[in-house]
């Protein structure tokens, strides 16, 4: 049978192990040894002539060769010391057809030097390490002030007035507003204007979190309270939140059940880790938000009522972007001076057509969607202004031809068939997107999000 030794010729094997272990040494199970190298040798004083034969025990300080000859049981990276030095060895059991015959040593660092330029290696992969945990620990901590939350226009100054009024406060806070309206923002500037900011703020976001993993990620739970809870138990995040404030995102999407338990804990101050007897008591500040109608939820009987109450002590409207269109170009330097910093790039300015063109736009995604757009036209854009045609096709100009011009404050519609009203955006997006890639078709093609084979065809059907 083939093992592919036959190729080696015999007097090689000796060298060939040696290249691949510094160090290594053999015995039987009887803890006698049967091979041991030149290298191994020196390092211990000795001789491979003296050596062979004789027991491990006779051969090598502390050593374990014949225990792990005896059970069968691998011991990698022990410590042991030779020559008053301590050295880090393996020690492997050596099965072969099924069948314990003996071990196999090596010595991965035979002196403390060898280790402690390998510790030197791992130190740095450590102290990167801490570096991070200590950022992660920051971010815990909040990340936004209310110098953060730009904005002049009435409905918002009220908004922003009236948290950082209540900023000082014990009580719970609702935050209610449309996705990307900035409640996450507000919900840091609180926290940061808090006697609480040098503690933690823990963000929960309810509707990510699968229903039956939201107790135990909000309470915790002992060790065994469930097949798969990990041992020692888990901490829950109200307690990881002590002394902070916890944010509970999206608590419109949090189910009935948990509803209760989270009114108890807010009643009782303290949780009960699932599976434990005892409560702890805990001291955080809930601030809650959702896009949600959490009055019409209540009268459908999908939300609380009692909760409701209680986290309503303070609501906040956080106005949706469309009622602050005369925000919109500070939002957007603003933005666009953030976008810069993250992307290396500077003095980013919008021409006077995007500008307006922003503020015409309605914001279904309110600044969340402003940031992607400005994010979006900083990655096609060479030079410093983002003009129209870096936008998205959706927000470029649709007057190409009079007809669209009709979609804009519109009461009548011109109605065309669907397919031609289809061909003639494709036949535009097309255009522009050639215009933006500079005639690249590769390019543009990319930029649509589409194979570059369709690409071509449809250049074809439109004579482009
Ligand atoms: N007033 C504001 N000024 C500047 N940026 C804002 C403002 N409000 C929100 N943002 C930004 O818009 C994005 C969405 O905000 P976020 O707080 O996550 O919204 P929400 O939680 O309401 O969905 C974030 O990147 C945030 O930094
Ligand atoms: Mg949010």
Redesign the pocket.
Known sequence: MMNGFQNIPFNWLEKIINLAAERIVLVNRQGIILYINTAYCDFIGTTVDWAIGRHIEDVIENTRMHIVAETGRAELAAVQSINGSEMIANRFPLIIDGELVGALGTVMFSNPEEWQKYQRKIQSLVDELAYYKTRFEKELKSK?TFD????SSTD?IAA?KLAERVAGSQSSVL?L????????????AIHSGSPRASFPFVPINCASIPDHLLESELFGYEEGAFTGAKKGGKKGQFQNANLGTIFL?EIGDMPLSMQSKLLRVLQEKEVQPIGSQQSIPIDVRVIA?T?RNLEKMVQEGKFRQDLYYRLNVIKID?PPLHKRKA?IPI?SL??LE?LAKKFYREELSLSPEVIQRLQSHMWPG???E??NVLERAINVLDGKTIELFHLPLYLQDVAEDPKDTQFEGQTTILLSPLKDTVAHAEKSAIRRALAVAKGNKQEAAKLLQISKTSFYDKCKLYNL
Not at 148 to 151: P, V
Not at 177 to 188: I, N, Q, R, W, Y
């Open positions: 936004y953060d939350l730009i904005g918002f922003k935050l507003g449309e996705s990307g309206t900035g409640k996450e923002l507000f919900a840091h995102d938000a896009h956080i925000d939002i603003h933005l953030k309110n600044i969340r402003l940031e």
